[in-house]
């Protein structure tokens, strides 16, 4: 007997819609009213994810969709590249009663949604994210961008889906590269609030974190914790802000990189370990709250590759976050453990003294 399809309701602002949660559930999920309400409907997936699934993925919607492609290279999240496929779009004969549908990681769904919130002023969007960094953290909450050489995420708005597929069946050919992506952010919700993932992420490893069931509910904890947040909170004017934790620095070491050379896990994960090390040495955690982070790392694999990099040059790649205002960096710190704070302004000595020994 299968096992029951797990749904996450959520209303922000009076938008309502599901987080449907299961294996093999893409076919069975009920999309008629979605699909019928729109004159044309229209897949932007992901090249590798379209490699791996395409006959699937063709022969579950009617012949009459339309499919595009697109890298899903964090450096092709560009409004360059918006420009060519809002080309198709209308090439296609698509109008503002259209329905796109993002099929492939957070840089797919971010992209797919910018377009859908741009296009005719808007059209509706469903997203089926393939990563478990886009199930657990980027399909859920409306934000969708593209990114500019100064920095990730610059420009973009706020635009909620109309419905959030995580059908588990395709991190079946997820390499364990991407799936640490996805763990890095699950790690992220357990340490700033969701004690019952904490626990869970203490009680497995690499390994048996990849059991269906496992992987399963530990989507639904994390995917759960995220929208009680953005629930209250939809443009980050507030309590959402907490979701940044480890994002101030491991942004700014992406962008630094340019993007290559490092996922966005891993900047997240030294990200993280600096938040760490920067609440201790502010007074707020002990070396025993910091090592709970650490287990995590070594058990998920995390901090495997640190890349060296300049603390000076990280600290001027943060200045251009758009979490920034009144002239200074703001972080997100742990006052305790499970007790996050947002707009936290951390001494320049202390950042350099952190940064330098990551």
């Known amino acids: 007997m299968d096992a029951p399809v797990k749904k996450?309701?959520?209303?922000?602002?009076g938008h309502a819609y599901d987080i449907v949660i299961g294996s093999d559930i893409l076919s069975t999920v009920d999309l008629s009213s979605d699909m019928s309400a729109s004159d044309k409907?229209?897949?932007i997936i992901s090249e590798r994810v379209w490699g791996l699934h395409r006959e699937s993925i063709s022969t579950m919607f009617p012949a009459s969709c339309e499919f595009i492609t697109m890298n899903d290279g964090e450096e092709n999240k560009n409004y360059r590249y918006g420009e060519q496929f809002f080309e198709w779009l209308l090439e296609k004969g698509f109008t503002r009663k259209s329905l796109l549908m993002a099929v492939g990681g957070g840089v797919v769904g971010d992209f797919a949604g910018y377009c859908a919130a741009l296009f005719m002023r808007g059209i509706p969007v469903i997203h089926v994210p393939t990563t478990l960094l886009a199930m657990v953290d980027s399909s859920i909450g409306g934000k969708v961008a593209v990114n500019i050489s100064a920095g990730k995420n610059i420009v973009g708005v706020f635009y909620q889906p109309a419905m959030v597929i995580s059908d588990t069946r395709f991190l079946e050919t997820l390499p364990d590269d991407e799936l640490k992506n996805g763990i890095v952010e699950t790690v992220k919700h357990a340490l700033i609030g969701e004690s019952a993932l904490l626990d869970m992420m203490m009680r497995h490893d690499l390994s048996s974190i990849k059991e269906r069931d496992v992987l399963e509910e530990l989507i639904y904890l994390s995917a759960g914790f995220k929208a009680g947040v953005v629930?209250?909170?939809?443009?980050?004017?507030?309590?959402?802000?907490?979701?940044?934790?480890?994002?101030?620095?491991?942004?700014?070491?992406?962008?630094?990189?340019?993007?290559?050379?490092?996922?966005?896990?891993?900047?997240?994960?030294?990200?993280?370990?600096?938040?760490?090390?920067?609440?201790?040495?502010?007074?707020?955690?002990?070396?025993?709250?910091?090592s709970v982070f650490d287990e995590c790392a070594r058990r998920y694999e995390l901090l495997n590759s640190v890349p060296h990099f300049d603390p000076g040059d990280v600290i001027d790649h943060m200045k251009y976050d758009k979490k920034n205002y009144g002239g200074r960096i703001n972080f997100v710190l742990l006052r305790s453990m499970g007790v996050p704070q947002f707009d936290c302004e951390v001494p320049e000595d202390v950042l350099q003294h952190v940064l330098g020994g990551l």
Do not use: C
């Open 8 to 13: 996450i309701p959520l209303s922000i602002n």
């Open 231 to 290: 629930s209250e909170d939809e443009k980050e004017s507030g309590r959402r802000a907490i979701l940044n934790f480890g994002h101030t620095i491991g942004h700014a070491i992406e962008s630094l990189m340019e993007y290559r050379g490092i996922s966005h896990g891993e900047a997240v994960a030294i990200g993280m370990k600096g938040a760490m090390e920067i609440s201790r040495e502010m007074g707020f955690i002990s070396r025993e709250d910091v």
């Open 41 to 43: 409907t229209g897949f």
